[in-house]
């Protein structure tokens, strides 16, 4: 009995070990693709998701159907940084130690774990300035089986702006998915919005509200390097 114990407690460790690791790391779920067809008209982004990529311009909340079922420890979602690739949080202190965090910050990062490696979700409120929208930028709506586009003239201010062409074929006080394809950002090809609504002269748009759900992923960093798309199918097929 004294030979067999060690073996009986290594095998047991192994066996508790091995479970602790697989119930880490489950097997990611599919998105809802009809909730993100509702929300967003971009073919390029549809196409991603059909191929099994998270990229950057999705909604967070494919994100968040990707791990919605991992155990709570191997995530850490919604944490407020101060810019786009910053991992320090942004905490403070008033009166008595009392933490707080600062209401107006509009920058997030979510912090997955997975079998193959770590992925990092950057995600913010989108903001025409923040989001470095300019003057000769061009918006572009999509309203039924047709897309409007116009250079941008200028901003009226971070939720607001204004376009050379008056686009009277769209609707007023109608919610639109829209793009802005930058001019001088060749990094950056096109931002997404998905709530844009025409003001009465045609001329105006107006970002409409929302809430963090539909903050459009702007980076996207797995297992130590940025990356243009997170392919979850294949973390699936590795685990397999």
């Known amino acids: 009995m004294k030979i067999i114990k060690p073996y009986f407690l290594l095998f047991t460790l192994i066996l508790i070990l091995l479970h602790v690791g697989c119930s880490h790391y489950p097997v ?4 809802d693709t009809q909730k993100f067809y509702e929300v967003v008209g971009s073919e390029s982004l549809r196409d991603s998701l059909l191929k099994g990529k998270l990229t950057t311009g999705m909604p967070w909340f494919v994100a968040n159907q990707l ?3 991992n155990e709570s420890s191997s995530k850490d979602l919604k944490i407020p940084v101060a810019t786009l690739g910053s991992k320090q949080r942004l905490e403070e202190e008033e009166g008595w130690s009392r933490k707080y965090v ?36 061009t918006l572009c709506v999509f309203y039924e089986d047709t897309v409007y586009c116009s250079v941008i003239n200028y901003l009226n201010k971070s939720s607001v702006l204004t376009v050379r062409d008056s686009l009277k074929q769209l609707p007023t006080d109608t919610t639109l998915y829209a793009e802005i394809r930058y001019n001088d950002h060749p990094w950056r090809e096109v931002s997404y919005w998905y709530s844009i609504e025409i003001l009465s ?40």
């Open 201 to 240: 002269n045609a001329k105006t748009f107006k970002l409409g509200d929302t809430n963090y759900e539909l903050y459009p992923i702007e980076l996207l960093e797995f297992d130590n390097e940025p990356v243009t798309s997170f392919k979850w199918r294949e973390v699936n097929k590795n685990e397999d």
């Open 102 to 137: 600062d209401p107006n910050i509009n920058i997030f990062l979510d912090k997955y774990e997975t079998s193959e490696g770590r992925l990092y979700v950057w995600y913010q409120r989108p903001d025409f300035y923040t989001m470095d929208v300019s003057q000769r930028d």
């Open 67 to 69: 791990f919605n079922k």
């Open 28 to 31: 990611l779920q599919e998105p």
